[in-house]
């Protein structure tokens, strides 16, 4: 899968919240059915957890910026909750 793409769909066609505090609102909402981290995800909670709340978490390989960048925005993300992934696939990425 193309993650990049996959992530731009699912930012224009699905329900995405973008930060670590709207991720972490989301997860306690049990809204999320995906968490995506970056490397330099400042939080402890999510920067080892394989799920959290039976949420599942994706660690991205990159820093914030590129995970920003992936998604097509100007400016870092560390971290992002799915809350509705659209046309987007991105819900099959395996977070294990």
């Given at each position: ?80 909750a799915?809350?509705?992934?659209g046309?987007?696939s ?7």
């Amino acid at each position: 899968m193309d993650l990049a793409h996959a992530l731009k769909v699912a930012l224009t066609s699905g329900k995405v919240r973008v930060g670590l505090s709207e991720s972490l609102e989301s997860l306690k909402a049990k809204q999320a059915k995906l968490v995506i981290v970056s490397k330099s995800c400042p939080s402890s909670l999510l920067k080892d957890a394989k799920r959290v709340d039976g949420t599942p978490v994706y660690h991205f390989e990159g820093t914030a910026q590129e995970l920003g960048a992936a998604c097509g925005k100007p400016f870092p993300i560390s971290t992002l909750a799915v809350l509705d992934a659209g046309a987007s696939s991105i819900l099959t990425l395996e977070t294990g």
